[in-house]
């Protein structure tokens, strides 16, 4: 066993502070020089995961304490990333449970400890944020309690060490009364109850690939762990390949880890985490062994999809004026990039040449993709999400999803209708007991009734409820659920709008867009408070006449349009609608742009 190295992944839910944590590891590891600016959650490389301050791809570091090397993983919180987290916790050897001391564990903290214990790691649990006013640490203590006996936590696993730590100010303890100031006691922690990596330095190499990156100068690398023997840069190795066959390379640069860059290294041993480079063609789930006598590890399984949109493109009237690829082979090129580092999507041909359906773990991984393409400069057209079904024994079965609302007690009610429309089952309901009034609530919901429910949920909460969802295995057909119950207002003409068009207008509904704003026949502009799409002329200017109207100088006043986001445009559309992504603009669309070529919608409920 290789005593000066621990392998760490550590485990929380969205916005527990679980990138902060790092940060103050980082800090106080001497990793980052005393004047050497650094910016808050530096492992969130990502722009989209600094603006949503969520992580989304998992991600390694190293750190040193004392003469040991810490490989920290700094894992997804939400369960669409799944993939990212099942292929994270094999590179480790033990997790930190990370969990806040107001909110106790949630969904997400539950899906990714789940996969650690059935793995077989460790876990040292942190509770996290104990400067906030209203903590509770000891109630949070016995939820985890519960949280692990309800997982199935063996024995050991149940006797987890616990630390308080307030991640922002870089201070862990082991009791809420401990003078310390520093991070000590985690690193202590660590060293003392995360075991070192076990394996053989003089077996046969074996190791597993579980994440992909990309140098300009040297290609495709491929980042693991060695589970056995060692690794020199120049070896000869074998890639066993998914389907069994293998093919020989030579590693050209072998990587180790130390803070957030990449050092070259000519050897590395069991327990390490490396990246290497030379091996075109490698993919995730592949190992990398001895050429001699080729040994391969058990592939990493990933959950299956359970939600698919169909991506296409954009055929709309602006289209090309703002993106750089719009033709299907560019959508095609980029999709298949995806596929190399993205585990858990599929793609699957669509209909048609110029369309693709793909497949993932929910609407906000598909959601990420898409905001991801059209920063880089794609333009495309996406479909209304739907639930991937499978047939067991001749019976048709839907993806069901854990949903737990937090929400205030005076909404109670209407969350509990709203739900309930959607074939949502209310399993737990929780006060607790604090000031403001706060309730948890928990469905079991089929995975299609969320779809559209966020937004709605807060308008009806005025925007205090917070969701959180959880994929909870397959269940029989719940029946028809009821779709968007409103229609939507189309521009019958292309122009730019006018405010005296719009005046008009925005009693028949909510508006999406403004004065001044260029539409196209076919273009959806708002949402009809009635069932019925409506074809309305945005564009109508107020006739000019030699004679002055006595209300000519009063000006029109417009409620204000919030423009629609790309995430409620995907929950917003029915399904003879795309949403348009383009580089600068979200905007909905008919699929069929004709008034006199549109079938009629009908009345919900026939």
Request: proline share 5%.
């Amino acid at each position: 066993m290789k005593q000066s190295i621990r392998n760490i992944a550590i485990i929380a839910h969205v916005d527990h502070g679980k990138t902060t944590l790092v940060d103050g590891m980082l800090r106080q590891s001497g990793i980052f020089k005393a004047n050497q600016e650094v910016v808050e959650r530096v492992m969130d490389s990502n722009e989209l995961e600094r603006e949503r301050g969520i992580t989304i791809l998992a991600k390694n570091t190293a750190v040193f304490y004392g003469d040991v090397k810490i490989n920290i993983v700094d894992t997804p919180g939400h369960s669409d990333f799944g993939g990212e987290v099942e292929r994270a916790l094999k590179l480790v050897d033990g997790v930190l449970l990370l969990v806040d001391s107001s909110e106790g564990p949630l969904p997400q903290t539950r899906y990714v400890l789940r996969k650690a214990l059935e793995a077989g790691l460790p876990p040292i649990v942190v509770i996290n944020k104990i400067d906030r006013s209203d903590a509770r640490p000891q109630e949070v203590i016995n939820e985890i309690y519960d949280l692990f006996i309800d997982l199935d936590a063996t024995e050991q696993q149940l006797e987890f060490p616990i630390l308080y730590a307030n991640a922002r100010d870089g201070v862990a303890k082991t009791s809420l009364d401990d003078p310390s100031e520093n991070l000590k006691p985690l690193f202590e922690a660590i060293l003392k109850h995360i075991p070192p990596p076990g394996g053989d330095p003089a077996d046969v190499l074996q190791l597993l690939v579980v994440n992909l990156d990309y140098s300009d100068y040297h290609g495709r690398l491929a980042i693991g762990r060695i589970f056995s023997g060692a690794l020199n840069r120049g070896d000869e190795v074998a890639i066993v390949k998914l389907n069994g066959t293998t093919e020989t390379t030579r590693i050209t640069k072998l990587y180790s880890f130390e803070g957030l860059n990449r050092i070259d290294t000519d050897h590395a041993e069991t327990g390490e985490i490396v990246a290497i480079a030379g091996v075109e063609g490698i993919t995730i789930g592949e190992t990398v062994t001895s050429a001699e006598t080729p040994r391969a590890l058990v592939h990493v399984p990933v959950d299956e999809p359970t939600i698919s949109m169909v991506f296409t493109v954009n055929t709309s009237p602006f289209s090309g004026r703002e993106g750089a690829y719009v033709t299907s082979r560019h959508v095609r090129e980029r999709l298949d990039k995806e596929l190399l580092t993205n585990v858990a999507l599929r793609v699957e041909d669509g209909g048609n040449t110029d369309s693709f359906k793909v497949l993932g773990r929910g609407e906000l991984q598909l959601a990420i993709l898409i905001e991801t393409m059209r920063r880089e400069g794609y333009e495309l057209a996406v479909g209304k999400p739907e639930i991937v079904t499978r047939e067991v024994n001749g019976k048709l079965q839907e993806p069901m999803e854990l949903l737990i609302i937090d929400c205030p007690a005076e909404f109670v009610g209407v969350l509990m209708q709203k739900v309930g429309t959607r074939k949502g089952v209310n399993t737990k309901m929780v006060g607790h007991g604090t000031t403001g009034g706060r309730v948890r609530l928990e469905f079991v919901i089929p995975s299609r009734g969320l779809i559209g429910l966020r937004g709605e949920m807060l308008r009806d909460t005025r925007g205090t409820a917070v969701a959180n969802t959880l994929f909870d295995g397959y269940s029989d057909w719940q029946g028809d659920i009821p779709s968007r119950l409103t229609g939507s207002l189309i521009a019958d003409r292309p122009g730019r709008t006018t405010a005296y068009a719009l005046y008009n207008l925005q009693e028949r509904g909510e508006l999406f867009v403004g004065p001044g704003i260029n539409v196209y026949e076919g273009m959806v502009i708002g949402e009809n408070a009635r069932w019925d799409d409506m074809d309305v002329n945005a564009v109508k200017e107020k006739k000019q006449t030699n004679m002055r109207a006595s209300t000519a100088d009063e000006a029109i006043r417009l409620v204000p349009v919030k423009p629609i986001s790309l995430e409620q445009a995907m929950e917003f559309i029915a399904e003879d609608e795309y949403v348009e992504v383009t580089p600068q603009s979200i905007r909905v669309r008919k699929k069929v742009l004709e008034a006199n070529k549109r079938p009629r919608r009908s009345r919900p409920g026939e």
